[in-house]
């Protein structure tokens, strides 16, 4: 994933899009980047790998250098950017969120038209920001050029561009993630995340529209290309990567774990499967909120039966290597023994993609004494690699341990079949359940149905993509 916020204001603003920029962190973990505009000394941009040390402590020695009236940042859990570029549309610094499927295609287009060379990176891959704004570069205008990268790119992106008289902001052509505006007395901000504004005196404008273009300075907002009716917004917002007091779309992303727990709850109840649960926890820490509505559905004790130690490793998935992060996983989970031992527990985690740290932590919490270990997952299985975000995005879809199993239950022939083994109503879906059990050493099991995400999301199931479970677009 990643995350972008950006100011132009009457004053000094390098100082919000600092603050703006961190309280994306949660977004991504590799590469931090702004990029400022200062009429006296022109663009200034720093970019700084955020792997091993947070976005602030590489930033907050650069504030004393950087000023200007207009400003973008970014976290990023790819490339490098924002990138500065000069070209016949003028000099502008420019930042994504998105994922491009069909880069190698884009690239031997450009080379067939003469175009000389990328910059290459690790591997030999081009940098996805620098490839979107080779395909602005394309066209005659920045609002034309932001149209036709948009309509090139196979999978996604949502773009800020720095120019000299202003910030130019696009939401993905079918806002699969959002962008929303925020005004001050001194000016505009744009941002991922509404609260990070909020906090610093900014109020809601509205969220940009499906593929929506708009300029803004300190003064106005100026729409230069209008929304689409379309829109296929990423559900994970609510159910995993979204902060808690982040609204999308009118529907803050707390309220809708909350309810999500309950909906899984009053399933469990109809069907009688939660007699005797000693304690409901939520894996830590997305989890927490629908299991929060998981306790209060079902009238079972809320507890922590264990905590994350994050004062060292604030996010297990930061090591790039996948052993490393299980073993980081593995050491953050600190037991409570006295919640514990010979209780029957029931953790609800925010979704199931691997299986891997989920094994590690059933493992601790037997352990650590626990009689029974019972799992529900507020997401239905995972069956397809994300390929519009970096969510779930694997080397191979046979990481997925949904479809992992149904592949090794059938064979080919089970891949025919994954709506069966996604409902777990089915013969096909219980047997996917059963075979998971076993092998993540749990003592039940259960998803949250396709139907009851939807609910607890509460808008347009149209305009919601649900591709990572339905593999429909």
């Known amino acids: 994933m990643g995350g972008f916020f950006g100011a132009v204001s009457k004053r000094d603003c390098v100082l919000d899009v600092f603050f703006g920029v961190d309280y994306h962190s949660h977004l991504g973990t590799r590469r931090g980047g702004m ?16 792997e091993n040390s947070p976005f602030r402590t590489k930033f907050e020695g650069s504030l004393q250098d950087m000023h200007g009236n207009s400003c973008i940042g970014c976290i990023s859990d790819s490339d490098p950017q924002p990138l500065l570029f000069r070209s016949h549309l003028g000099e502008y610094a420019i930042t994504t969120v998105g994922l491009i499927n069909n880069s190698d295609a884009l690239i031997d287009t450009f080379f067939k038209d003469g175009f000389l060379h990328f910059s290459s990176m690790s591997g030999g891959k081009i940098n996805t920001t620098e490839l979107t704004a080779a395909l602005i570069n394309q066209k005659q205008s920045l609002t034309e050029g932001i149209r036709h990268a948009q309509e090139s790119i196979d999978g996604s992106m949502s773009i800020l561009i720095l120019t000299d008289h202003g910030i130019i902001a696009a939401r993905d052509k079918l806002g699969r993630v959002p962008v929303l505006i925020g005004r001050s007395e001194d000016g505009h901000c744009v941002s991922f995340e509404s609260f990070a504004y909020i906090k610093q005196g900014y109020h809601d404008v509205r969220d940009l529209g499906p593929g929506e273009i708009v300029l803004l300075t300190a003064d106005k907002m ?25 609204s999308y779309e009118g529907v803050n992303v707390e309220i809708m774990r909350n309810r999500n727990g309950e909906i899984i709850a009053h399933h469990d109840m109809e069907d009688g499967l939660i007699d005797d649960i000693d304690y409901v926890a939520g894996v830590p820490d997305s989890g927490v909120p629908h299991a929060i509505g998981y306790a209060n559905e079902s009238r079972i004790p809320f507890a922590r039966p264990f905590v994350k130690y994050t004062p060292t490793w604030p996010r297990s998935f930061i090591p790039s290597d996948q052993e490393v992060r299980n073993q980081v996983a593995k050491m953050k989970l600190l037991p409570v023994p006295e919640l514990i031992q010979n209780k029957k527990l029931l953790f609800v985690d925010d979704s199931i993609v691997r299986g891997t740290q989920l094994r ?6 037997y352990e650590s004494g626990a009689s029974e270990v019972h799992v529900r997952s507020a997401c239905p299985p995972i069956m397809y690699g994300c390929k519009y975000l970096n969510f779930s995005a694997s080397r191979s879809e046979m990481e997925l341990i949904a479809r992992r199993t149904a592949m090794e239950l059938e064979g080919e022939e089970g891949l025919k079949h994954l709506d069966e083994y996604a409902d777990r109503k089915t013969e096909r879906g219980r047997a996917l359940i059963d075979a998971i059990c076993k092998e993540l050493h749990l003592t039940s099991l259960g998803f949250q149905s396709f139907e009851g995400l939807i609910e607890s999301i509460g808008i347009d199931p149209c305009k919601i993509c649900t591709y990572c479970w339905t593999g429909k677009e």
């Open 35 to 50: 990029a400022v505009y200062s009429e006296d000394s022109g663009f200034t941009k720093e970019i700084h790998n955020i």
């Open 222 to 246: 100026e729409v230069l290309s209008p929304p689409r009716d379309e829109m296929k917004i990423c559900a994970f917002l609510w159910a995993y990567y979204g902060y808690p007091n982040s």
């Open 360 to 365: 590690e932590t059933v493992d601790l919490l």
